[in-house]
């Protein structure tokens, strides 16, 4: 079982934590009246912004176990 990953072979993104898009005003911005009204379907008016660490696909192959052949 490799320890980075947990045998899942992807590792999420440091820079959005797995989602792909950074809002602005960095990651420590936090707006709880914002991140409520989007989790119940209204449409956030905070900008986001793909995420240019993991060019928005929120997740980076294991290192480890990429150099591991899997025959």
């Known amino acids: 079982m490799c320890k980075t990953c947990g045998d899942l072979r992807m590792i999420a993104c440091s820079k959005c934590k797995g989602i792909g898009s950074v809002k602005e005003g960095g990651p420590l911005s936090f707006n709880m009246l914002d991140d409520l009204y989007q989790s119940i379907g209204g449409v ?3 900008k986001t912004f793909k995420c240019t ?3 928005a696909r929120g997740h980076f192959c294991c290192p480890g176990c ?3 052949p899997s025959d």
């Open 44 to 46: 956030s008016k905070v």
């Open 53 to 55: 660490k993991c060019e």
């Open 66 to 68: 990429s150099k591991v």
